[in-house]
DNA sequence: AGAGTCTTCCAAAGCGCTTTGGCTTTCCTG
DNA sequence: CAGGAAAGCCAAAGCGCTTTGGAAGACTCT
């Protein structure tokens, strides 16, 4: 059932069923009336891809996916999309990945919105002065940032959390509990969220007159292995921290592993403070010390992605607006006052 | 620049310069080797949709996304999707995710095939008698199952692991190694996947006239939290087993907890089997008592699962084949005799 | 009553590609 | 050299929608 069908059977032109459909002004309420009603009736769906090539929308929204045998995409990714997910389906609007190679996205950005494959995309793990906002925003296509990026000589929309803020009052907790030579297991830090976070521990350490020692912060791929080497290595050292600041629940599992290995204990020789991105898989509360926590959920953030995101594309949202969640401090038993 | 532009300043038909790119046979070398030429110089590339829109193929394979606020994306995926994404970009393909209630799934599916939205779809996590496999099969669009369905009245072409040869060894093994008492905790046993591995666990029983207990085998959800709760009542019980076969790695993780909560230890008290789909961020020879696990890369049945699909779509496979994987099982420290 | 203004609808021109059907031209074959 | 086949190319008709530029009729106003 097309609309040439429906026109016919309305006995009307395809124009005037497309405007009635569409919610065009022109035409009689009536007549509109008639029209939706028999277009219900009869299941007619308008065929996306003429309507696309027609207008140019496509009703989807692009994310472009980084590849490669050596590339593991973030399992965080999965939250983020379930509440993206979410919201996309009670608006009818479909996700596209396009997978690229992660040394040339730009390739593929430019082949999306030249394609006009999608209406909208979003850039995820932004980096300093990453070339994708910039790429993006001359592009002209609706996008968002999930993440900050800096450096950039001009502003773009962006949703993020407050990772400096976060980790600055994990780290000021650390320090009031008497705590003086804390550490940081960060994420890679070329991109911008381990940044901000290590600065927010660094402000918290300089209000008290203590800083971070050189080889007290290690920025690593965010893995369960790596949180354990990360740790040895800084607990095995003669000036081991007695706090340690985590930036992920996944690497916090090593980390406990390894002071357990140590014959050390959490919060009696280490006090311990991870990001909780809010998994439904693994939670901080079940750790076999509960785990104090950053806590700010990605899949919340997935769904307010989607939804500016729609609201781009739609003309309800412009310009270069910023948005940053605080994020929950949530203290468990994992911490402690420093060991004497 | 588009076909018109190209053909005008070839001084040839839009025609010919389509049966140029495309490979038809009925062009010149010598003038293909010039469209060839020309096209590449200029940086042409055809207007996807309007390609679509001509021939009804979109060069995108689908994937329907069951969300709601109740459902939670397995981290599995996102490995699979590395996979997957992995050979899609070699093949210039993409990857629509359409989101739909997890409930209804059927309607987007009518949707996505009636529209043309994609050119093949892939079906996971499938059950017995999955209504999905059914629909799509009848729909009429290459697509291909990752796992397998059970008791539907045709073929199907799908992609599986041998998940009951797998548990059925891991079963053996513990058998060969004294343990009288098995349990499975186990993914939802609605699922197929789930089924097939108690089944291997029965099977190994059986044959040496064992038994796997009511109250032995769990389905659950896989999250570390169920795996602890899980073991917590099996080892409470006054028939508590001996060994334990573990669905997933995230459970796994919960057993181990409970397990030292307990105060018993691995593998004096209960030997360890875990499935383990191999992850970037969590492995099993890093477990505390680096955990024997049944082996099968989800990362690679993305990739093939992409290949098989490509290969439907241009007509390269047909008919139901069915493919399954032998499992590993790779033997660590958790597996020991029963305990006297 | 005539001019101007809405209202409501329509025919037809795209959007950029593929594909059908046909038309030349060249090349064999007997 | 006539007749037929094959090669190489083209014009034009879709694919199914949106949108432009009217046009016809109804209504208001002077």
Redesign the pocket.
């Known amino acids: 059932m ?3 069908q ?2 016919h059977m309305l ?12 919610g065009y ?8 009336r008639r029209v939706m009603d028999a277009a219900k009736r009869h299941g ?4 996306p ?3 696309r ?3 140019g929308k496509s009703g989807m929204i692009g994310y472009v996916l980084p590849t490669g045998a050596a590339v593991d995409i973030d399992p965080h990714f999965v939250e983020f999309l379930s509440g993206l997910g979410d919201y996309a389906r009670s608006h009818e609007l479909d996700l596209v990945l396009s997978p690229a190679d992660a040394d040339d996205q730009e390739t593929t950005y430019r082949r999306i919105v030249a394609n006009r494959q999608v209406d909208a995309v979003y850039i995820s793990s932004p980096r300093p002065q990453d070339s994708r906002v910039a790429l993006v925003s001359t592009l002209g296509i609706p996008y968002l940032v999930h993440g900050r990026s800096e450096g950039l000589d001009f502003d773009y929309p962006y949703l993020d959390i407050d990772n400096e803020g976060a980790f600055h009052e994990a780290a000021r907790l650390l320090v009031q509990l008497g705590h003086r030579r804390l550490a940081l297991i960060n994420g890679d830090d070329r991109e911008t969220f381990a940044i901000h976070r290590e600065r927010g521990v660094r402000r918290a350490l300089a209000a008290s007159g203590l800083t971070l020692g050189e080889r007290h912060v290690c920025s690593v791929a965010m893995t369960e292995e790596n949180g354990y080497r990360a740790t040895r290595r800084l607990l095995e050292a003669s000036d081991a921290p007695t706090a340690i600041a985590c930036s992920s629940l996944i690497m916090a599992l090593g980390v406990v592993r390894a002071v357990r290995d140590l014959g050390l204990t959490i919060p009696g020789d280490v006090s311990l403070i991870a990001h909780d991105d809010v998994f439904p898989w693994l939670k901080p509360e079940n750790f076999s010390v509960p785990l104090s926590t950053t806590r700010s959920s990605i899949r919340l953030a997935g769904e307010r992605v989607a939804e500016r995101l729609a609201a781009r594309i739609s003309g309800l949202e412009e310009g270069a607006r910023g948005e940053v969640w605080p994020v929950d401090l949530v203290v468990r038993g994992s911490v402690a006052g420093a060991p004497a």
């Open positions: 097309n609309l040439k429906l026109a006995a009307l032109s395809q124009t005037t069923v497309s405007r009635a459909l569409n002004p022109e035409v009689n309420e009536e007549t509109r007619y769906r308008p065929n891809s003429a309507r090539l027609a207008t």
